[in-house]
């Protein structure tokens, strides 16, 4: 049955979600086939991850039927899922802090290193290791526990476990935005391999171009309603954009000016900084600039960014920036950074951007106490935010809901608007638009380049080569922890250039 | 739909006014309205002041995820220091001042131990514990077991006057409010509560929100321990032992999570005290044994705390 091709294998039948008076997913029938890549898109919120998650049994189903080869399909939990074939790398994390990586692929299933009740350690990490050989990636100690390694690590290690149980249907909910340009490779290469075997991937994205080129059959969700179906053939970005938004996107994507100039005023400064990951690492960023980081994993680019404001220490060299009265002042700690009126968003929002039990509205003020004055009034607190919401489209129920209950890219709207209009004029921005839809990311990019007109200094770390071309006035490539070639704004430049001198 | 999903969001507000009413009207029929008699109002809030004002300092604790367990024995040794300077010096205030100071410094103590050499807050706060405990039993030992307050006549209105513990209790009251709920101050403890990472690069210095915190714990301690004498007359080897207790039935009674974070509130302290304090004298003036409202205290402790970690769990349909 499984080498046939093209042939449905997976049915949902009017499939309802309900959050208590929030309909997440409404009656959505969608076929599934086998040997095909399904990409799924819509807006944040829209209802993706949601239906991904009632499919694997992350949810309760709360209206509606699946079906898996023609008869009833009902997972009582995510062990259950995975036993009809079914696993998923979930947008958020994924693996268990204080587990190792080996504890965290056999989690739930140690069972089969059971020697009379005793599980053998040695046995279950040397088949973790081959678990990741087999996905390519070798340089991780299974021992160790998995918080000791960075977001994409952790992505990988969730691949190479969902990967062992032979699915059937692997579903991919926005993970490549969490993984540089190598680890984005490996993900492909395993969907289009799986493809090949005629199993089915569900793969979730907001990137147009990676859907354009990896899916067969696309389909559309917006607010929770399935609105499209598009065969390859009929893949055009503006249609796609179109049956997504309902509507045209207007205006400019990225900057449309290609006018790298900007002020003398040196705002942020690193000279010949070195720590564990970072090596003599040099860099400037003057008021009115926009400077980009690219690089692979584990180049240190994230580390940098980190390093700047305070966050990772420094062994060597030293950070300085501009402080109230034209002073030059030294940076050491976050206090520092954000006494110098520098803000800094975090890669890993569940983890260390976002309060995940507070609210919205307490989220977005966090950064702001500090200059809210000695008693705080709910009403300035109360019009803060709710201009935050309206500005970034946070799709809410209200600015009262909790951040953990919001969609990835709308947590990802609160955690760049906590630092816009809070008076930093600094900002390092790592991995800004990660999972969110094309229509914010234009407002976002919008934004970013008033901003510079404004004189605001903005650092933009990410893996997005693109959004770095577009945006960027200056270019930094980043390899094993060293700056190794700069690249200034130019409409010829283009992201091979680049790419060349990250590996 | 509406409803159920009103009631889940508010589940805090619920078990912190819902239990407040309900004992309220449960004793008011089985003591035949004899609980809200003036002379037994009077008698509540005497009895309520030492658990009221030690409860709202403890908010801040819990809040940022410090479980506090020495309050009752700071407060004992509190009182200790009161007697003594007080019987020194005659004077009320600078007594009083002792006392805070004594307690404000064990605080900071614990506060030191766990920030700088990275103990457990709990603890810290059980050797501080046995430190004010041995103290205590140490200079009593010294006194023939019992110190009696040569000046009562000086301190005895607190207790004979309810307008003294009333005023308190309101001042105290208001600047908890102030404090925790339009403050950076109480923002950034509750952050910290649930994500000191996420508090700590929005701007809150860590170590200096958690100072304040355990300031304030030291000086209701402090504060509170006044009145505990005032009503007890002289100090014993037990004197305000199990108070720490009392604090936690009392604001998990007012729908507090005790592990801390932005559902944290201060209204929990007050409700919750006014509760457990009724709850004891409504079953006292029922005619229910001593033993048997200690049994009744922890039943309703157990369904509460149940009902609190269930929604917990219903929160967490996540990871998505
Ligand atoms: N646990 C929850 N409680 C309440 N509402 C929820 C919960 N989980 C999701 N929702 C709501 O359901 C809707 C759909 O969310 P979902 O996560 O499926 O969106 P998505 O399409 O994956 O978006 P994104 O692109 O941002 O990841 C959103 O409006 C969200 O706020
Ligand atoms: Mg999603």
Known sequence: MDNKKNEVFFETKKLTKKFGEVVAVNQVDMVI????????????????????????AIHTVTDGEMLLYGTPYKPKDPGDARAHGITMIVQEMGTIDGLTIAENIFVGDEKRFAHHGIINRDEMNREAEKVLKNIGVTDVDVRKPASSYSLETRKLVEVAKSLYYDPILFIVDETTTALSQNGRKII??????????????????????????????????????????IEKADFDENRIKHSMVGREIKGDYYRSDFDGTHGE?????????????????????????????????????????????????????????????????SISSVQDALNCRIGYISKDRDKEALVLPASIKENLLLPNLRKMGALISPRRE???????????????????QAVGELSGGNKQKVSFGKWIGNNSKIIIMDSPTRGVDIGVKTTMYQLIARMKKEGYSILIISEEMPELIGMCDKILVMKDGKVTNAFNRDETLSEQQIIEYMI | MKSITFIKRNRNN??????????????AIITKGQIFSAYNLKSLAGQMVVLMI?????????AHGTVDIASGAVAGLCTMIITLVLNATGNVPVSVLAAIVTAVALYLFMWFVTAYLGLMSIIASLAVMFIARGLVTYILSLNDGRINIIHYDMIQPLKSNVAYALIAMAVVAVIGILLFNYTRLGKYCKAIGDNPISAEQS????????????????????????????????????????????VMVAVILGGMNLNGGTKSRIGAAIAGVITNTLLSNGLTIAGVNQTYITLVKGIIFIVIIGMTLRQNKSVAEMPR
């Open chain 1, 188 to 229: 492909y290469r395993i969907i289009h391999e799986l493809r090949d075997k005629g199993k089915a991937v569900l793969f979730i994205s907001h990137d147009l171009e990676e859907l354009i080129n990896n899916c067969d059959v696309l389909t559309v969700l917006r607010d929770g309603k399935m609105v499209d179906t």
């Open chain 2, 14 to 27: 619920l078990v912190c006014y819902g239990s407040l009413a309900l004992v309220i009207v449960l004793f």
């Open chain 1, 33 to 56: 086939r086998t040997g095909e890549i399904r990409g799924l898109i819509g807006e944040n919120g829209s209802g993706k991850s949601t239906i991904s998650s009632m499919i694997s």
């Open chain 1, 382 to 400: 109360k019009e803060y935010a709710q201009k935050q919401i309206d500005f970034l489209a946070i799709k809410c129920s209200s600015m009262n």
């Open chain 1, 265 to 329: 005023k040196v705002m942020l400064h690193a000279e010949h900084i070195s720590n564990e990951v970072l090596h003599d690492v040099s860099i400037t960023l003057h008021e009115g600039e926009i400077l980009g980081l690219a690089g692979l994993s584990g180049c240190g680019m994230h580390q940098l960014g980190r390093a700047l404001f305070g966050l990772d220490k420094v062994k060597e060299g030293r950070i300085t920036a501009a402080g109230e009265a034209g002073s030059e002042v």
């Open chain 2, 54 to 62: 030690i409860s709202i300092g403890m908010i801040f604790m819990f």
């Open chain 2, 203 to 246: 701007g809150a210095r860590l170590k200096l929100v958690k100072f304040w915190c355990y300031v304030i714990a030291g000086c209701c301690v402090g504060l509170a321990s006044l009145f505990l004498l005032a009503r007890s007359g002289n100090v014993g080897k037990n004197i305000g032992s199990g108070t720490e207790m009392d």
